[in-house]
């Protein structure tokens, strides 16, 4: 079976922290995502990477930046928090992009920023 | 915006099938339909996909008739563990991939 790992399940961070949220999968899978889910708004797509050092924006981009320089590991980064960054957050791996792709989700990782 | 429209909530009882009905009119030529699973603190989880007519497996069963335009997840004899988000997409590719709102079925003993 597919594993996405998430490193954290709670955090609690201050405003201002800069704040590492971890993901690795053990599938050798080429793409990862990060997502957000609040509340009434679904999911989020905030990046995604489909190559090692690759990176593209999703729809919500901004206040995050993204590291990948292992297949198996993609970082999320709030450089500065806020507390309108407290979300859960969704670390997403799948094998190819294609019309039939199957994404395969970690547990999440529920941020509080005070 | 999500492309697909589900019923917000659904009630049902334990041992009832349960069907979730999803529209996707302006489906692409090349999309497939894929069904999530989420439960509450946990990341959504793959339930089946399809392209057209019927595909089965041990956890669901999933309809899409000729025109594509709409499916439904069907769900046999569910009990209370089946209570979660049920999310219809249109599968254009990972990065294109969006989750709408989704639809809470509960089920009650």
């Known amino acids: 079976d597919v594993k996405v790992t998430q490193s954290s399940r709670y955090l609690v961070k201050r405003t201002g922290e800069k704040v590492f949220l971890e993901c690795v999968q053990d599938?050798?899978?080429?793409?990862m995502f990060w997502y957000r889910q609040d509340p009434g708004l679904g999911l989020r797509l905030i990046y995604f990477s489909y190559d090692v050092k690759m990176k593209e924006k999703g729809d919500i981009p901004e206040g995050y930046s993204v590291s990948r320089e292992k297949k198996e590991r993609f970082s999320l980064i709030l450089e500065s928090a806020s507390t309108n960054q407290t979300s859960m957050y969704l670390c997403a791996s799948s094998f190819a992009t294609g019309f039939n792709e199957k994404l395969f989700f970690g547990s999440g990782t529920q941020l509080s920023v005070l | 915006l999500a492309k697909t429209t589900q019923p917000i909530s659904m009630d049902s009882y334990e041992g009832q099938e349960v069907n979730i009905t999803c529209s996707h009119n302006?489906?692409?030529?090349?999309?497939?339909i894929t069904w999530y699973q989420q439960f509450p603190s946990q990341g959504p989880r793959f339930i089946i996909q399809?392209?057209?007519t019927k595909v089965t497996n041990e956890v669901a069963s999933l309809f899409i008739p000729a025109d594509r335009k709409s499916s439904t997840l069907s769900l046999p004899r569910v009990s209370l563990s089946d209570t979660a988000v049920y999310y219809c997409l249109e599968n254009t590719g990972g990065f294109k991939t969006i989750f709408g709102a989704g639809t809470r079925l509960f089920v009650k003993a």
């Open positions: 599938m050798d899978h080429e793409n």
């Open positions: 302006n489906i692409a030529t090349n999309d497939y």
């Open positions: 399809g392209y057209k």
